[in-house]
Antibody, heavy 123, light 110 residues
Framework: EVQLVESGGGLVKPGRSLRLSCTAS????????MSWFRQASGKGLEWVGF??????????EYAASVRGRFTISRDDSKSIAYLQMNSLKTEDTAVYFC??????????????WGQGTMVTVSS | QSALTQPPSASGSPGQSVTFSCTGT?????????VSWYQQHPGKAPKLMIY???KRPSGVPDRFSGSKSGNTASLTVSGLQAEDEADYYC??????????FGGGTKLTVL
């Protein structure tokens, strides 16, 4: 079964860091670009960032709201994508989803999603 | 405030058709044929319904169709069913490798 499972969410104080993981199974993870999204309670979806497959350089793109604070990386040997979140703010509180990109070079359409992991930033 | 504009709500009776709009600019919707639509039920992950304006992933019923004219994309759901009640989000690729979302439309099946 093709599946993505996020983990690593929790309660963290403002200014601290947290790393989320997205573990893939059922497909060749290294062949796909991946993205992270978030959704605050009762709000809409927001794109966070994107990482290309190694075949396309493994480079990353980020939304302006997180650029410079968040970093996406991948370990194809473990089929895991990571979201490193630094200097967290209360407004980063949300459910974070990872998703598989249909294409590879730019953020476009995402056909497989994880169930999400909750991140709460509060003192 | 979302980059793409969607009406907050829509409704229809079973069997009817409903169309959602998604309005952007020439830097996103109008400039690229990379508009997607997602369905999200409460507490669940989004599901891709349409990509590249009008293409359906495998398994999505042909009751769902997409189109675009200028800076506005549309999703039409025909033959409404109770299980179609959900939130629908549009997205578009945007300049400088960005992805922008609409604020979502809540569909109520009466």
């Amino acid at each position: 079964e093709v599946q993505l499972v996020e983990s690593g969410g929790g309660l963290v104080k403002p200014g601290r860091s947290l790393r989320l993981s997205c573990t893939a199974s059922g497909f060749t993870f290294g062949d796909y670009a991946m993205s992270w999204f978030r959704q605050a309670s009762g709000k809409g979806l927001e794109w966070v960032g994107f990482i290309r497959s190694k075949a396309y350089g493994g480079t990353t793109e980020y939304a302006a709201s997180v650029r410079g604070r968040f970093t996406i990386s991948r370990d194809d040997s473990k089929s895991i994508a990571y979201l490193q979140m630094n200097s967290l703010k209360t407004e980063d509180t949300a459910v974070y989803f990872c998703a598989r990109e249909r294409g590879n070079y730019f953020p476009d359409a995402f056909d497989i999603w994880g169930q999400g992991t909750m991140v709460t930033v509060s003192s | 405030q979302s980059a793409l504009t969607q009406p907050p709500s829509a409704s229809g009776s079973p069997g009817q058709s409903v169309t959602f709009s998604c309005t952007g600019t020439s830097s996103d919707v109008g400039g690229y044929n990379y508009v997607s639509w997602y369905q999200q039920h409460p507490g669940k992950a989004p599901k891709l319904m349409i990509y590249e304006v009008n293409k359906r992933p495998s398994g999505v019923p042909d009751r769902f169709s997409g189109s675009k004219s200028g800076n506005t994309a549309s999703l039409t759901v025909s033959g409404l069913q109770a299980e179609d009640e959900a939130d629908y989000y549009c997205t578009s690729y945007a300049v400088n490798n960005n992805l922008v979302f609409g604020g979502g439309t809540k569909l109520t099946v009466l």
